[in-house]
T-cell receptor, first 114, second 111 residues
Framework: ETGVTQSPTHLIKTRGQQVTLRCSSQSGHNTVSWYQQALGQGPQFIFQYYREEENGRGNFPPRFSGLQFPNYSSELNVNALELDDSALYLC?????????????FGPGTRLTVL | QKEVEQDPGPLSVPEGAIVSLNCTYSNSAFQYFMWYRQYSRKGPELLMYTYSSGNKEDGRFTAQVDKSSKYISLFIRDSQPSDSATYLCAMSAVNFNKFYFGSGTKLNVKP
């Protein structure tokens, strides 16, 4: 069984740029959730995708958008990057052959905005 | 008011101690309560979850939920240095389309 993977591991961007982060869900899972974790804080829910549709969204502006593909992998896109977007971005997969509340997290992508 | 409140610690205990970690919440719609462990520079790892009120035990770990008080706890018995990590509580309603995390409690178990 393959776990949740994310790419890239680290990323440095400048303010105003756009970024795309990628996530491959665990085998058998059909739901992907994305989180932003600032240093010393807990993960903040960005949104969730279930069977290629956005299924829930946290308090993040529209410049945070996403996609889920037929194989249930997912992308997080952030436009017009701001300094405060610097954080660890985590994706978690769940559902399908697993329980919906049992989320399995990837290692994260550390984004630095200069 | 945040949906989930968690004391950030840090909490430092000697090896073998019983550790108590706690979270409070404000949303009565929460039905699922999860505890995660996160090592430095890693993604969170699910330890255990509880549905509604009650206790659940898994090895050295016990999770308790008191919905009347909107208060959840994680107890770690016979704590080990390898338990040193940040512990995060998380909650969701039954539709699972949004999860709320606490800010995490950093635990240090000294040999």
């Amino acid at each position: 069984e393959t776990g949740v993977t994310q790419s890239p591991t680290h990323l440095i961007k400048t303010r105003g740029q756009q970024v795309t982060l990628r996530c491959s869900s665990q085998s058998g899972h059909n739901t992907v959730s994305w989180y932003q974790q600032a240093l010393g804080q807990g993960p903040q829910f960005i949104f969730q995708y279930y069977r290629e549709e956005e299924n829930g969204r946290g308090n993040f502006p529209p410049r945070f958008s996403g996609l889920q593909f037929p194989n249930y992998s997912s992308e997080l896109n952030v436009n017009a990057l701001e300094l405060d977007d610097s954080a660890l971005y985590l994706c978690a997969s769940s559902g399908g052959t697993g329980a919906h509340n049992e989320q399995f997290f990837g290692p994260g992508t550390r984004l630095t905005v200069l | 008011q945040k949906e989930v409140e968690q004391d950030p610690g840090p909490l430092s205990v000697p090896e073998g101690a019983i550790v108590s970690l706690n979270c409070t919440y404000s949303n009565s719609a929460f039905q699922y309560f999860m505890w995660y462990r996160q090592y430095s520079r890693k993604g969170p790892e699910l330890l255990m979850y509880t549905y509604s009120s009650g206790n659940k035990e898994d090895g050295r770990f016990t999770a308790q939920v008191d919905k009347s008080s909107k208060y959840i706890s994680l107890f770690i018995r016979d704590s080990q240095p390898s338990d040193s990590a940040t512990y995060l509580c998380a909650m969701s309603a039954v539709n699972f389309n949004k999860f709320y995390f606490g800010s995490g409690t950093k635990l240090n178990v000294k040999p």
